[in-house]
């Protein structure tokens, strides 16, 4: 298994590109299931989850191929096996994204059931109730959910019981093709969720409200080929916005957008930091140690679920004590454990967390446990004196694009070191 070893102490210091989103780049690629000609991607980012959604629709059928500008391009015309095998899902949750653009295709479609994971339940009982509303008969066999609507998708008025961001897209996805109009009520905001809709229009689908509670879409006969643009990833600047802050550098973050960040950038500016933003640049600073300051998860437009271990580990080294509270899952605190072994001072109580500011941190072999669990534990060895051993770091594989070389790019000291026992296991993966 990997690891990464990171010699911490550096304060990082430059600035470094935001690459495109993940959560933007997987249900982008699966909607190309619904169109009717070829799909050419920019922006993808090189990342494992990305070669798993593509592994699966070449699993399906479709034809996936990468030019030398590094655009992608997909075809799914020749699809013909709608099918998301467990081996596939159980690496990735976000393959249950496939479902809804199946579904609408060939009026049927075979999906594993995720499962369990590191961060919580996670269920997509929301999903299957969307599409049960759309007229799909849903039966759960064997692990599987068996869809079919043999007659078609029809539009229907759904309100979801708490906001979902894949339950969103995959409905949303669904809908692009149903006879009538679909209306999505506390439909997710995410910006992942505006840029899956900014792909689908110019292809040929009629939605409007993205970007807001209330999502309609006016079904339409047929999608065209075209071009889809990923948006830049709001979780990974932030995270480099982090890194430069912990480490008492000055950061930043190209080609990203700020509009996408406030709320993390208003905790930011909160604790003490500088923030300045300039055309899709954003960089951050502090003159005298980050204050303590208190976090609660919320659907965007509020603080991100996906930042709340990197801010957690940003409030380690704060002065005075700040409270954090997850409310999106029930379970992501796996980080905590770990950041205490590097010197923090956390104490858990349900579902929040009391961080008291240390002087300083220390390094120590720390796991990493999920995807922004590892990215909170970069972020304290960098800041920790001496070198820090992360191990599993394949999770950080899973969303953080080319990250040593990046870091290294800002001035900080990152190896990995390979091991043969590369091991992946199931349902722990976002
Ligand atoms: C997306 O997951 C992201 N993944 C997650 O990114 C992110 O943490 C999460 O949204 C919240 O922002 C992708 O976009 C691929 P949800 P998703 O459905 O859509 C409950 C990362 O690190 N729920 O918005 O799966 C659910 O259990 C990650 O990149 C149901 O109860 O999350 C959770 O408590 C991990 N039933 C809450 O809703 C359902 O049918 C919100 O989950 C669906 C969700």
């Not at 961060?119 to 849903?138: F, Q, S």
């Not at 640049?281 to 659907?299: E, F, H, S, W």
């Amino acid at each position: 298994m990997d690891r990464l070893i990171i010699h911490g102490g550096r304060p990082l210091r430059g600035s470094v590109e935001a690459s495109g989103a993940k959560n933007a780049a997987l249900p982008l690629l699966a909607a190309s299931i619904l169109v009717d000609g070829q799909v050419s991607y920019h922006r993808v980012p090189h990342l494992r989850d990305i070669a798993t959604m593509m592994s699966l629709l070449v699993y399906q059928g479709a034809k996936v191929a990468v030019d030398d500008h590094n655009r992608l391009h997909i075809d799914s015309r020749p699809a013909n096996q709608p099918e998301a095998p467990y081996d596939l899902v159980k690496t990735m949750r976000a393959s249950a994204l496939v479902l809804g653009p199946l579904l609408s295709r060939f009026g049927k479609a075979r999906v594993s059931l995720p499962g369990g994971c590191a961060i919580g339940a996670r269920p997509i009982d929301m999903h299957l109730k969307g599409l049960e509303a759309m007229g799909a008969a849903i039966t759960v066999e064997n692990g599987y959910v068996n869809a079919s609507a043999p007659y078609g998708l029809t539009g229907s008025r759904i309100c979801f019981d708490r906001v979902t961001v894949t339950g969103t897209e995959n409905l949303m996805m669904a809908a692009v093709l149903a006879h009538g109009e679909t209306v999505l009520e506390n439909a997710s905001q995410e910006p992942e969720v505006v840029n899956l809709a900014e792909m689908l229009r110019p292809l040929g689908a009629d939605i409007a409200g993205d970007g807001t509670s209330t999502i309609t879409i006016r079904g339409v006969d047929a999608l065209h080929g075209g071009t889809a643009e990923v948006i830049p990833d709001r979780i990974e600047t932030a995270t480099y916005l982090a890194a430069g802050l912990i480490t008492g550098g000055d950061v930043m973050v190209t080609d990203t957008d700020d509009r996408m960040l406030e709320a993390f950038l208003s905790h930011l500016r909160e604790a003490g930091a500088t923030v300045e933003v300039h055309a899709g640049t954003i960089r951050c600073y502090a003159k005298q140690p980050l204050k303590g300051t208190d976090v609660r998860t919320m659907p965007h437009p509020g603080f991100p679920t996906d930042l709340q271990a990197q801010f957690m580990a940003l409030m380690t080294l704060a002065q005075g004590s700040s409270t954090i509270r997850e409310t999106i899952f029930e379970n992501r605190f796996m980080h905590v454990q770990e950041l205490v072994r590097l010197g923090a001072n956390i104490q858990l109580n349900g579902n929040t967390a009391l961080v008291r500011g240390v002087e300083y941190l220390s390094a120590a072999p720390v796991m990493a446990t999920d995807l922004r669990a590892s990215a909170s534990l970069v972020l304290a060895a960098l800041a920790a004196e001496g070198s820090t051993e992360i191990s599993r770091i394949y999770h950080i594989d899973r969303g953080y694009e080319r990250i040593e070389e990046k870091l290294g790019k800002l001035g900080a000291e990152v190896e990995r070191r390979s091991g043969s026992n590369h091991m992946l296991t199931g349902g722990d993966f976002g």
